[in-house]
């Protein structure tokens, strides 16, 4: 493969080695990436990407399925047994795509959808002014606590009472704590709403069983399968037999064309993965060296909202040291110490510009690091925020940052 890309076009060739080299030269603190395996990466880089295959295994609108309906199978009977689900489907392109397919299945355009709002940590696709899915359907939006920095179930309840929405999402993408998946259950059973979860950022964390499910709580489930679930790019939908015609509907003729077979064959390989002893060991690391990260910024001095984690992510609030979120995130991208400023609760700065810095731990423990390497990072963290136009100082972390990711080598494989 390498030869071949490489000779073929050697620009893009060279691209993609530099990219190479800057994933497995930098710190990647991210929460919403990962490295998948050699073995995910194979499947997504084989042959079933020339293959249509329109609608679902034994009724295809294209014939030469006699592979691909079994891989379909195997990657929908993998996500039901990981996940304990009736039904799943492995399709929707990515996790936007398939929070649009729930909404499609269960709610007609003009009904009322409520989700967090996206400056306490909510999707785009749960409802956000900026996002179609306020543009087709009615949008209320509960926030966390900006005192406690978590979601305040109480006030859920009241809005829902109040906007009777059809369809209650729970589930972020910026929020470090635990939800409540019962408790959203008994608010929407109340107003007669659907629930639909979105577990894009955690689904890895459950199928590990160190969250809890949503499965038995929520009519409808999306993820990504990308995220703490480490597989190939995509979406994943999980729900009760009873909306599982509704659901397949919804992606196919609904809204997608032919499903990347080559996608689900990498997701039926990571969801094998997911399902080993060695992926609990995984996920349990990830907890561990997100809390040992989080204490140990917070003996630095800093300001975790809500004043901590338990789960794989923390958000730093920058407002009590007057450095802007992006300022901070491009001083550590130098040092090579990779992460995304963010808007924290309550933060009244421009999404572009916000006192937020969202760090995450799964790809580091992919990497084999643990609380020691926490310490270290958490410690670059600090000298940089210190030294943000020093240079010098810049540049020295960076050599530490290089010298600690060459003792932790990318799992994945690459092209040179
Ligand atoms: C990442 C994320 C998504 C979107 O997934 P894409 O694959 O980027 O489309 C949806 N919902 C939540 C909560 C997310 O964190």
């Not at 499947?43 to 691909?68: F, M």
């Not at 039901?80 to 299945?105: E, I, K, M, R, W």
């Not at 009873?242 to 997608?256: L, M, N, T």
């Amino acid at each position: 493969m390498r030869s071949e890309l490489e000779r073929h076009d050697p620009q893009i060739f060279e691209l993609i080695r530099q990219e190479e080299a800057r994933q497995t030269g930098s710190i990647r603190l991210i929460p919403s990436e990962n490295y998948v395996s050699a073995a995910v990466m194979a499947a997504t880089g084989s042959c079933l990407t020339n293959k249509y295959s329109e609608g679902y295994p034994g009724k295809r609108y294209y014939e030469g399925q006699q592979i691909t309906d079994v891989i379909e199978t195997v990657a929908r009977d993998r996500a039901v047994t990981l996940f304990s689900a009736d039904h799943a489907n492995v399709q929707p392109y990515s996790g936007s795509v398939a929070n649009l397919a729930a909404y499609n299945a269960l709610i007609q355009p003009g009904d009322t959808i409520m989700g967090l709002a996206l400056n306490s940590g909510g999707h785009l696709t749960h409802g956000s002014k900026h996002s179609i899915t306020s543009r087709f359907f009615k949008s209320v939006s509960y926030t966390v606590n900006p005192k406690t920095g978590r979601i305040d179930y109480d006030e859920v309840e009241t809005l829902a009472k109040k906007f009777r929405p059809r369809l209650i999402i729970s589930g972020t993408t910026a929020y470090s704590r635990k939800i409540d998946f019962e408790r959203f259950e008994q608010i929407a059973k109340s107003v007669e709403a659907y629930h639909m979860s979105d577990i894009a950022h955690i689904a890895g964390l459950v199928a590990a069983g160190l969250h809890q499910s949503p499965v038995p709580h929520a009519d409808i489930i999306c993820t990504t399968t990308h995220k703490t679930l480490r597989g190939q790019r995509g979406g994943l939908i999980l729900c009760s037999a009873e909306h599982a015609a509704k659901v397949d509907k919804a992606i196919i003729p609904g809204q997608q064309g032919g499903p990347h077979m080559h996608t689900i064959a990498a997701i039926a390989v990571a969801l094998g993965e997911a399902a080993t002893d060695r992926f609990v060991s995984y996920a349990a690391q990830i907890l561990r060296n997100a809390n040992s990260l989080a204490e140990k910024l917070m003996e630095h001095g800093f300001d975790l909202v809500s004043g901590g984690t338990d789960t794989h992510l923390m958000l730093i609030d920058l407002r009590d040291r007057g450095i802007p979120g992006k300022r901070l995130a491009k001083a550590l991208d130098r040092a090579r110490i990779v992460a995304n400023f963010n808007t924290v609760p309550g933060d009244s700065a421009s999404p572009l510009n916000p006192n937020g810095l969202r760090l995450g731990t799964p790809a580091v423990t992919t990497r084999g690091m643990k609380e020691p390497e926490m310490d270290l990072i958490a410690g670059w963290i600090h000298t940089i925020s210190e030294n943000l136009d020093r240079e010098h100082v810049i540049e020295r972390v960076a050599r530490e940052v290089t010298e600690l990711c060459s003792m932790f080598p990318v799992p994945g494989y690459f092209v040179a």
